[in-house]
């Protein structure tokens, strides 16, 4: 019987399994880099044991100091979560021969599953439809486009698409470098690029007397980056092609038994229009995506994981499955910056609705499944996933429009998020109609579903509301006449002045206090019906309109129904000492700078990549912003370096 479980991972799931955990009366072991010290698994376990470091190689990647940890803190089972070894066969044989007990599929099937070249030889074998490798030393013009994809892992990393064979040694040097890094084996292979397709998955559980389950698909087509974004049950397109869900279970069970799998796991599929499919990888843990299953079921998948290790059999068949349910992951990152990665402090936290966390509803309702909470950091070392958030529904526009409302009323306040581009796809007629593939962002153009849900007008009118909540936080700090309105004078005199960066803008509010009331400048008509530091109601063409302003150091974020609006207050008398010269490349954020492209004195031309950062276990490429000469190099291969810092200076030639 499981008494103790270590969960060798950190973050939302080493929470989620934590909690099915102490439902059960099973103590819990929490493992912790320096960056997550202050982490909320490591306040929720039963106990913790530092890890020492801080990049996942030091740390959740040691299987010697994990196992080490289950042993001093008296654990007698490790669930692995997923990402780091969650896939590692030598890691599974390490706990399983270190007198534990491993809450996961056998080490054979996790080394069968976990090459995904020798996975798809395997597959082919059990009579599951695949794509072809492709050898990259005899890749031809008629193979491209083609995909070169990490051997090991998942989660879109070591992934590159090459569209020209001019680009195919690059990209297998990057996506060699990035899959190193995240899963510590740098194999690569190549295969044919659908450019758009479904990706349909099927969530497998199998026992250890014989027994396996599909428990349903999921449809995850909407990526970025290859890794999923939106994932949903039941899919749009299985619900729509006859006699699709019986194939697609008839082949995931297949592969299941092909591999004597026990535990749970999920095989995916790329799938056309038509129903046809073929085997992408099984990946031999939980999914990220497993919540929405969950859902729909009534199952808790980690208790059966705990059930399954501990040699519970399980019953003939599934819960038949009801309703439909919709999950966002919510990142901190820029869409609009070609997905840049965001750190720093998350000043606030706060999904409305919430009917359940990390756990199913008792009803329709939303499920946050979170890794932080407000005043957590978000570290440069980890992926950038700050929640997952899901609707169950009867239906599935009612999952999406629910969804799309909690989101929208969220308050998250300190870092960029992809929160605004999740809602203006749940709204998209095309999601709507089901209408999803691969190829969304692309269809549809990410520049406008990037774009912030708060319009050019609805962001005018919240600079005003941040203007006069500053106006009297200074009037509620006075130690003089505080009650006077700020500006205010007997004759007329020259209008306040604030001024604020809206993204690459500096935009200006004009505000006088006068006998009638305050009149902004550019905005007749607009009457101020209360201005606190915290809230502002203002009336806008008859409309009554709330903002909730909340200040930190260097920010100021206002939230309304009409969108959340991020500033930044423009000082009155800049340090001369924070100006940087024309053409400097700032990093965007703490990294690591991996290969340098150019020398001090070389050409460029606009767009022509001169470093690489790593940061947050994905490499981002640093482009020369015009054409000229690269007058500075601040930076070598292997330096760490600060948001902000500047790498390098290109002068535009004359």
């Given at each position: 019987?499981?008494?103790?479980?270590?969960?060798?991972?950190?973050?939302?799931?080493?929470?989620?399994?934590?909690?099915?955990?102490?439902?059960?009366?099973?103590?819990?072991?929490?493992?912790?880099?320096?960056?997550?010290?202050?982490?909320?698994?490591?306040?929720?376990?039963?106990?913790?044991?530092?890890?020492?470091?801080?990049?996942?190689?030091?740390?959740?990647?040691?299987?010697?100091?994990?196992?080490?940890?289950?042993?001093?803190?008296?654990?007698?089972?490790?669930?692995?979560?997923?990402?780091?070894?969650?896939?590692?066969?030598?890691?599974?044989?390490?706990?399983?021969?270190?007198?534990?007990?491993?809450?996961?599929?056998?080490?054979?099937?996790?080394?069968?599953?976990?090459?995904?070249?020798?996975?798809?030889?395997?597959?082919?074998?059990?009579?599951?439809?695949?794509?072809?490798?492709?050898?990259?030393?005899?890749?031809?013009?008629?193979?491209?486009?083609?995909?070169?994809?990490?051997?090991?892992?998942?989660?879109?990393?070591?992934m590159r698409v090459v569209r020209a064979l001019a680009e195919?040694?690059?990209?297998?040097?990057?996506?060699?470098?990035?899959?190193?890094?995240?899963?510590?084996?740098?194999?690569?292979?190549?295969?044919?690029?659908?450019?758009?397709?479904?990706?349909?998955?099927?969530?497998?559980?199998?026992?250890?007397?014989?027994?396996?389950?599909?428990?349903?698909?999921?449809?995850?087509?909407?990526?970025?980056?290859?890794?999923?974004?939106?994932?949903?049950?039941?899919?749009?397109?299985?619900?729509?092609?006859?006699?699709?869900?019986?194939?697609?279970?008839?082949?995931?069970?297949?592969?299941?038994?092909?591999?004597?799998?026990?535990?749970?796991?999920?095989?995916?599929?790329?799938?056309?229009?038509?129903?046809?499919?073929?085997?992408?990888?099984?990946?031999?843990?939980?999914?990220?995506?497993?919540?929405?299953?969950?859902?729909?079921?009534?199952?808790?998948?980690?208790?059966?994981?705990?059930?399954?290790?501990?040699?519970?059999?399980?019953?003939?068949?599934?819960?038949?499955?009801?309703?439909?349910?919709?999950?966002?992951?919510?990142?901190?990152?820029?869409?609009?910056?070609?997905?840049?990665?965001?750190?720093?402090?998350?000043?606030?936290?706060?999904?409305?609705?919430?009917?359940?966390?990390?756990?199913?509803?008792?009803?329709?309702?939303?499920?946050?499944?979170?890794?932080?909470?407000?005043?957590?950091?978000?570290?440069?070392?980890?992926?950038?996933?700050?929640?997952?958030?899901?609707?169950?529904?009867?239906?599935?526009?009612?999952?999406?429009?629910?969804?799309?409302?909690?989101?929208?009323r969220s308050r998250i306040h300190g870092l960029a998020t992809?929160?605004?581009?999740?809602?203006?796809?749940?709204?998209?007629?095309?999601?709507?109609?089901?209408?999803?593939?691969?190829?969304?962002?692309?269809?549809?153009?990410?520049?406008?579903?990037?774009?912030?849900?708060?319009?050019?007008?609805?962001?005018?009118?919240?600079?005003?509301?941040?203007?006069?909540?500053?106006?009297?936080?200074?009037?509620?700090?006075?130690?003089?006449?505080?009650?006077?309105?700020?500006?205010?004078?007997?004759?007329?005199?020259?209008?306040?002045?604030?001024?604020?960066?809206?993204?690459?803008?500096?935009?200006?509010?004009?505000?006088?206090?006068?006998?009638?009331?305050?009149?902004?400048?550019?905005?007749?008509?607009?009457?101020?019906?209360?201005?606190?530091?915290?809230?502002?109601?203002?009336?806008?063409?008859?409309?009554?309109?709330?903002?909730?302003?909340?200040?930190?150091?260097?920010?100021?974020?206002?939230?309304?129904?009409?969108?959340?609006?991020?500033?930044?207050?423009?000082?009155?008398?800049?340090?001369?000492?924070?100006?940087?010269a024309a053409g400097s490349l700032l990093a965007p954020m703490?990294?690591?700078?991996?290969?340098?492209?150019?020398?001090?004195?070389?050409?460029?031309?606009?767009?022509?990549?001169?470093?690489?950062?790593?940061?947050?276990?994905?490499?981002?490429?640093?482009?020369?912003?015009?054409?000229?000469?690269?007058?500075?190099?601040?930076?070598?291969?292997?330096?760490?370096?600060?948001?902000?810092?500047?790498?390098?200076?290109?002068?535009?030639?004359?």
């Amino acid at each position: 019987m499981i008494t103790n479980v270590l969960v060798a991972n950190r973050g939302e799931i080493a929470r989620r399994v934590f909690r099915t955990c102490a439902d059960a009366g099973i103590g819990t072991v929490a493992v912790y880099s320096d960056a997550d010290a202050g982490a909320p698994h490591v306040a929720e376990a039963d106990a913790a044991v530092r890890l020492p470091g801080n990049a996942p190689a030091e740390t959740y990647l040691r299987a010697d100091a994990l196992i080490g940890a289950a042993k001093r803190a008296g654990a007698d089972a490790v669930h692995p979560g997923y990402g780091f070894l969650s896939e590692n066969a030598a890691f599974a044989r390490a706990v399983t021969e270190a007198g534990l007990t491993w809450i996961g599929p056998p080490a054979e099937a996790i080394a069968a599953m976990g090459s995904k070249i020798e996975s798809k030889r395997l597959m082919a074998d059990a009579g599951v439809p695949v794509l072809s490798e492709l050898d990259p030393d005899a890749v031809t013009e008629a193979d491209l486009p083609l995909l070169v994809k990490a051997s090991a892992g998942g989660g879109g990393r070591g992934m590159r698409v090459v569209r020209a064979l001019a680009e195919l040694a690059g990209a297998l040097e990057a996506a060699r470098s990035e899959a190193g890094s995240a899963f510590g084996d740098p194999t690569v292979f190549c295969e044919p690029y659908l450019a758009t397709g479904r990706h349909i998955e099927v969530q497998i559980l199998a026992d250890a007397h014989g027994t396996v389950w599909a428990v349903g698909e999921r449809e995850c087509s909407i990526q970025r980056r290859h890794q999923k974004v939106v994932e949903e049950t039941p899919s749009p397109l299985v619900q729509r092609v006859s006699g699709m869900r019986e194939r697609l279970f008839d082949a995931a069970r297949a592969a299941a038994r092909a591999i004597g799998y026990v535990g749970a796991g999920t095989v995916e599929f790329l799938a056309d229009e038509s129903g046809r499919f073929f085997f992408l990888e099984m990946n031999t843990r939980l999914q990220v995506e497993h919540p929405v299953t969950e859902c729909v079921t009534g199952l808790d998948l980690v208790a059966l994981q705990l059930a399954v290790a501990g040699g519970a059999a399980l019953p003939a068949e599934p819960p038949a499955p009801s309703g439909h349910a919709i999950e966002v992951r919510l990142y901190a990152e820029d869409p609009a910056a070609d997905w840049r990665p965001q750190s720093g402090p998350l000043h606030r936290f706060e999904v409305p609705g919430v009917t359940a966390e990390l756990r199913n509803p008792a009803g329709p309702g939303i499920r946050l499944d979170s890794g932080v909470r407000t005043g957590s950091v978000v570290s440069v070392h980890y992926d950038p996933m700050l929640a997952k958030v899901i609707a169950w529904a009867p239906s599935r526009d009612a999952a999406a429009r629910a969804l799309a409302g909690a989101l929208t009323r969220s308050r998250i306040h300190g870092l960029a998020t992809n929160r605004d581009l999740l809602v203006r796809v749940l709204r998209h007629p095309a999601f709507l109609a089901g209408d999803t593939d691969t190829a969304f962002f692309d269809r549809h153009g990410l520049a406008g579903l990037a774009e912030p849900l708060a319009d050019k007008e609805s962001t005018a009118v919240s600079v005003v509301a941040a203007a006069l909540a500053d106006a009297a936080a200074n009037r509620a700090a006075a130690t003089v006449l505080g009650r006077i309105p700020s500006g205010w004078r007997n004759v007329g005199a020259a209008p306040q002045v604030k001024r604020y960066r809206c993204g690459p803008d500096e935009v200006e509010v004009r505000y006088r206090h006068t006998r009638s009331g305050v009149t902004v400048a550019g905005h007749e008509g607009l009457r101020v019906l209360e201005a606190t530091p915290e809230r502002v109601v203002l009336l806008l063409g008859g409309v009554r309109r709330t903002f909730d302003v909340a200040r930190y150091p260097g920010q100021v974020w206002v939230d309304s129904p009409l969108g959340s609006v991020p500033l930044s207050p423009v000082d009155r008398f800049p340090d001369p000492a924070s100006q940087v010269a024309a053409g400097s490349l700032l990093a965007p954020m703490p990294g690591t700078v991996v290969r340098v492209a150019v020398s001090l004195g070389d050409k460029v031309t606009e767009g022509q990549p001169l470093l690489w950062l790593e940061a947050m276990k994905m490499e981002h490429r640093i482009a020369a912003p015009s054409d000229g000469v690269v007058a500075e190099l601040a930076v070598a291969a292997g330096d760490q370096v600060e948001v902000g810092r500047v790498l390098a200076v290109v002068e535009e030639l004359s």
